[in-house]
T-cell receptor, first 115, second 113 residues
Framework: AQSVTQLDSQVPVFEEAPVELRCNYSSSVSVYLFWYVQYPNQGLQLLLKYLSGSTLVKGINGFEAEFNKSQTSFHLRKPSVHISDTAEYFCAVSGRNSGNTPLVFGKGTRLSVIA | GAGVSQSPRYKVAKRGQDVALRCDPISGHVSLFWYQQALGQGPEFLTYFQNEAQLDKSGLPSDRFFAERPEGSVSTLKIQRTQQEDSAVYLC???????????FGPGTRLTVT
């Protein structure tokens, strides 16, 4: 079984400042890792994913994340945020099995970008 | 192209009523997932279909919850005798069966009064 901890429930940040949203996971097996974004009254949109290979993963909207196996972390970063980045961000994990498996999500981090 | 659609977007039910929530996945997607998202929480897995076969229903919280996908496309999540604790957003996701590529619908917000 897997679990995900998002250490910050809310992160306020000024526009054009950098941001890091933290995510730690626990699993007895190897995992795939994901970050999703949820805008108000919308479904989840995939920002980026780590499956294998380079531990630095680049996604949409200028976001990137780094997989750190020793620290079981997958923190999301953006060097300069925009007002439009205001949303809920979810870190998720799935077991590294064959085929599709359900995602296990963290509780989310609400990013508020201040003008 | 068309994404995952869900209907209704909002549903208010009186305690004890039955409800049916519909999910139209992306055409051709083999896998379909249902998740429940309580207020202020992340989504939690309910059940998973591959084509018409329900391969995992371990997340369904009680026997009042039932899901089907009879022709391997549209899926319906049914909740019988709704309770207040069923109030949540119900999310559907479909996947072409490649790892990680789950595409989510906008969700159905269920409020049980």
């Amino acid at each position: 079984a897997q679990s995900v901890t998002q250490l910050d429930s809310q992160v306020p940040v000024f526009e054009e400042a950098p941001v890091e949203l933290r995510c730690n996971y626990s699993s007895s097996v190897s995992v795939y890792l994901f970050w999703y974004v949820q805008y108000p009254n919308q479904g989840l949109q995939l920002l980026l994913k780590y499956l294998s290979g380079s531990t630095l993963v680049k996604g949409i909207n200028g976001f990137e994340a780094e997989f750190n196996k020793s620290q079981t972390s997958f923190h999301l970063r953006k060097p300069s945020v925009h007002i439009s980045d205001t949303a809920e961000y979810f870190c998720a994990v799935s077991g590294r099995n064959s085929g599709n498996t359900p995602l296990v999500f963290g509780k989310g981090t609400r990013l508020s970008v201040i003008a | 192209g068309a994404g995952v659609s869900q209907s209704p977007r909002y549903k208010v039910a009186k305690r004890g009523q039955d409800v049916a929530l519909r999910c139209d996945p992306i055409s051709g997607h083999v896998s379909l997932f249902w998740y429940q998202q309580a207020l202020g929480q992340g989504p939690e897995f309910l059940t998973y279909f591959q084509n018409e076969a329900q391969l995992d229903k371990s997340g369904l919280p009680s026997d009042r919850f039932f899901a089907e996908r009879p022709e391997g496309s549209v899926s319906t999540l049914k909740i019988q005798r709704t309770q207040q604790e069923d109030s949540a957003v119900y999310l559907c996701a479909s996947s072409p069966d490649r790892v990680g590529e789950q595409y989510f619908g906008p969700g159905t917000r269920l409020t049980v009064t």
